[in-house]
C-alpha cells in the first residue's frame, strides 16, 4: 500500500533528480516510444475533455480520452491517491491511443472536484495524504460500487463506445481494490480488470476484494509491489486461491519494483517493470474484451 514513511524516504534520495526522472519517464511511458499504437492513432487523432456524470452520491467530474474515429472498447481508469493530474492524463491518451475509449475519474468528487495536486512530488510537498484521508474515508466498497454502476451506464451512452465489447477497468494505489469493486457492481459489462501496485486487495471483512472475486465475471491482472509484498507476503497467495475457488482468470505477479512503480510522476517509478505491466495490461484488454 501507499505508506507515507516509503514515500518520503524515496522523495529524499531522489529529489534532485526527480525532475529529470520525470520528463523521461513521461516521454518514454506516456508517449508511446516503447512501441507504437496498435490501432495506429496518434494524440492528434485523440478527443478529449472533461466531463460531469450523474452519480448517487452526486455529480462526478472526469477526463474523458477516445479516438476520434469509430467505436472501442471503454476503460474505466481509478488514479492512485494523489488523484487527477497530468500524470494520469497522459497515462489515458496513451491507452486511447491503443484504440480504446478511457474514462479516469475524480475519486474525491464527494468532497472536492478536479485535481487537486498537480503531480505527486506536489502531493508529498503538500502533506497530501493527511488533505486526502477525510475524503479517502469515504470510498469504502458499496460508494465504489455505486460511482461504477453509474460510469458503466454513462460510458454505455457514449457514441465513442462500442457496447458490444465489454469494459476494463484499472486502478493504481488505493484504486486497486477499485477495480475488483467495479468487477462485482456491473458484472454483465465489466470484464477485465487490472490493479497496480493496489492496497487492500486482502482485508479483513466481507467485502474485501478477495472475497468478491465470485460475483464478477471479469478476468483479472494483480501486479504487486515488492516492498508490498515484503509486508504481506500472504496476500498474493490468498488472490490466487480466491480466483481459483471463484473460478475466475487471474494473473498474480510480483514485479522487481516498488509501490508506485506504474505511475511516471512517481518516486517509485521503474521503466523496464512499468512497460512489462502496460504489456500484461493490453494483453488482458485483447484477450477480455
Known amino acids: 500500500m501507499c505508506d507515507e514513511t516509503d514515500l518520503q524516504r524515496m522523495f529524499d534520495v531522489n529529489r534532485r533528480r526527480f525532475g529529470a526522472m520525470v520528463g523521461a519517464a513521461t516521454l518514454a511511458a506516456c508517449t508511446g516510444l516503447d512501441s507504437e499504437p496498435a490501432s495506429g492513432a496518434t494524440e492528434a487523432d485523440l478527443s478529449e475533455r472533461m466531463?460531469?456524470?450523474?452519480?448517487?452520491d452526486g455529480e462526478a467530474d472526469?477526463?474523458?480520452?477516445?479516438?476520434?474515429?469509430?467505436?472501442?472498447?471503454?476503460?474505466l481508469l481509478w488514479p492512485d491517491i494523489a488523484g487527477l493530474r497530468d500524470a494520469f492524463y497522459d497515462m489515458s491518451r496513451r491507452l486511447a491511443a491503443r484504440g480504446y475509449s478511457v474514462l479516469t475519474v475524480?475519486?474525491?468528487?464527494?468532497?472536492?472536484?478536479?485535481e487537486?495536486?498537480?503531480?505527486?512530488?506536489?502531493?508529498?510537498d503538500q502533506n497530501g495524504f493527511s488533505?486526502?484521508?477525510?475524503?479517502?474515508?469515504?470510498l469504502e466498497a458499496d460508494a465504489i460500487m455505486r460511482d461504477a454502476s453509474a460510469y458503466a451506464a454513462w460510458l454505455d451512452e457514449q457514441d465513442a463506445v462500442d457496447t458490444t465489447q465489454g469494459i476494463g477497468t484499472q486502478g493504481y494505489c488505493?484504486?486497486?481494490p477499485f477495480t475488483v469493486w467495479s468487477a462485482a457492481?456491473?458484472?454483465?459489462?465489466?470484464?477485465?480488470?487490472?490493479?497496480?501496485h493496489g492496497g487492500g486487495l486482502v482485508r479483513d471483512g466481507e467485502e474485501s476484494p478477495h472475497r468478491l472475486l465470485e460475483r464478477t465475471d471479469a478476468q483479472f491482472l494483480f501486479a504487486i509491489a515488492q516492498n508490498d509484498d515484503a509486508k504481506d507476503a500472504d496476500a498474493k497467495t490468498t488472490l490466487r486461491q480466491a480466483a481459483i475457488a471463484a473460478n475466475r482468470e487471474a494473473e498474480v505477479e510480483v514485479y522487481p519494483a516498488d509501490h508506485g512503480w506504474t505511475v511516471p510522476d512517481s518516486p517509485a517509478y521503474a521503466h523496464d517493470p512499468a512497460e512489462r505491466a502496460w504489456t500484461r495490461l493490453i494483453a488482458l484488454y485483447d484477450r477480455a474484451l
Open 51 to 56: 466531463v460531469r456524470i450523474a452519480t448517487p
Open 62 to 75: 472526469a477526463f474523458w480520452v477516445h479516438p476520434r474515429a469509430g467505436q472501442h472498447a471503454a476503460v
Open 106 to 114: 475524480n475519486p474525491y468528487y464527494r468532497d472536492v472536484p478536479g
Open 116 to 124: 487537486q495536486f498537480p503531480s505527486f512530488e506536489a502531493f508529498a
Open 131 to 138: 488533505a486526502v484521508g477525510p475524503w479517502r474515508e469515504k
Open 174 to 176: 488505493m484504486g486497486g
Open 185 to 196: 457492481a456491473v458484472p454483465n459489462r465489466i470484464k477485465a480488470a487490472a490493479s497496480f
